[in-house]
């Protein structure tokens, strides 16, 4: 199955993805042009060959972008808590995906990230409530710094690509 970690600049996706490949924090900030990994790992007791596609956030990419939009089976919408602007953009990316599939039911996650950076937030439960009702997904909050965050957020988009 084919996971596109998606969202827009410096939120984190490439943390995230290393996180749980890797077990480690990436603490520069290069930016992704488009990564695939492959990994095979038991969720739920039964084993499943992942691809991962991390895409580019900033815009020049858009043509791997809208490619990897099309043929994930499953998506993270990941954006940051500690700006506003990301999560508009989830949205965009989220409508954007929703046009080129013609459909609204694939499985995606929203994964607010960069959540032990307290001081730095912009972000309000309110708005994050909102965000939920009105795309009607799932919300999970992580810090890449954390491996089990980014394990959960894994497992979550594979069980829900699963069950799909
Ligand atoms: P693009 O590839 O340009 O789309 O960015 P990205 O979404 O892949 O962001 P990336 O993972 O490269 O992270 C950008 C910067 O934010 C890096 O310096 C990371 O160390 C930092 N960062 C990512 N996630 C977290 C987090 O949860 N907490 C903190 N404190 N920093 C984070
Ligand atoms: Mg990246």
Redesign the pocket.
Known sequence: MQIV?A????????????QWLQQR?????????EDKYRKKVFVDGSMEAIEVI?????NNYLTNRERAFRSGDGFLL?F?L?SKESLKEVCDIYKNIVRLRDRDDLPMVLVC?????IEERQVSDEELQKLTEELRLPLLE?????HE?ARVAFSNIIRFIRNF
Not at 54 to 58: F, H, N, S
Not at 113 to 117: G, M, S
């Open positions: 970690v969202g827009s600049g410096g939120v984190g996706k490439s943390s995230i993805t290393i924090f990436l603490t520069d900030y290069d930016p992704t042009i991390d895409t580019a956030g900033q990941v940051s500690t990230n960069k959540r032990d950076l992580c810090s890449a710094m954390e965050h």
